[in-house]
T-cell receptor, first 110, second 114 residues
Framework: GQQVMQIPQYQHVQEGEDFTTYCNSS?????IQWYKQRPGGHPVFLIQ?????EVKKQKRLTFQFGEAKKNSSLHITATQTTDVGTYFC??????????FGTGTRLQVFP | DTGVSQDPRHKITKRGQNVTFRCDPI?????LYWYRQTLGQGPEFLTY????????KSRLLSDRFSAERPKGSFSTLEIQRTEQGDSAMYLC????????????FGPGTRLTVT
């Protein structure tokens, strides 16, 4: 079945450093979504990308969808302690349900 | 609307007992999803409904698991004869429609089987 992998699994950064997580799908995706889950919380939708090569920004967060629509990335500039959490990408499979990635857990040290 | 709600938030049960969880989605959402999440993992798909119709159930799900959404509103997830391996966070999510739409997650029910 379809698989969605993310790297790295964990990332520890000093506050102010940048952070990037990469998402790779085994199949071409019609769209990709990103979610953030704070420690002890539930996943919260961040953004959706639809077009090949699309780039979207939300303040310090930059999301990119690959040209082949099989990979995506999330880049955070100048991390803050409020960025702590696990970031998941998710894409639909051929039965129209979302398959979530393995996640990247971000820890930010002040 | 205050979002997706789940009840109970925590459940401790002994192995072999049956448990039932409830999910109340956002009222106008016709899609409802159940996921299971263990520590350090992403949400694992269990099943989903379009209104009252159960459209898909994970092949990894044993026959001990059953879900219903009788009137296309709230949903229940029942686990019969619980096993220690069932211990996990059970998440419910709803969306306005197809996978193109964002999903809104509830706070989850944490199940501990002793």
């Amino acid at each position: 079945g379809q698989q969605v992998m993310q790297i790295p699994q964990y990332q520890h950064v000093q506050e102010g450093e940048d952070f990037t997580t990469y998402c790779n799908s085994s199949t071409t995706l019609s769209n990709i979504q990103w979610y953030k889950q704070r420690p002890g919380g539930h996943p919260v939708f961040l953004i959706q990308l639809v077009k090949s090569g699309e780039v979207k920004k939300q303040k310090r967060l930059t999301f990119q969808f690959g040209e082949a629509k099989k990979n995506s990335s999330l880049h955070i500039t100048a991390t803050q302690t409020t960025d702590v959490g696990t970031y998941f990408c998710a894409g639909p499979d051929n039965t129209d349900k979302l398959i979530f990635g393995t996640g990247t857990r971000l820890q930010v040290f002040p | 609307d205050t979002g997706v709600s789940q009840d109970p938030r925590h459940k401790i049960t002994k192995r072999g007992q049956n448990v039932t969880f409830r999910c109340d989605p956002i009222s106008e959402h016709n899609r409802l999803y159940w996921y299971r999440q263990t520590l350090g993992q992403g949400p694992e798909f269990l099943t989903y409904f379009q209104n009252e119709a159960q459209l898909e159930k994970s092949r990894l799900l044993s026959d001990r698991f059953s879900a219903e959404r009788p009137k296309g509103s709230f949903s229940t997830l029942e686990i019969q004869r619980t096993e220690q391996g069932d211990s996990a966070m059970y998440l419910c999510a709803s969306s306005p429609g197809q996978s193109f739409y964002e999903q809104y997650f509830g706070p989850g029910t944490r199940l501990t089987v002793t």
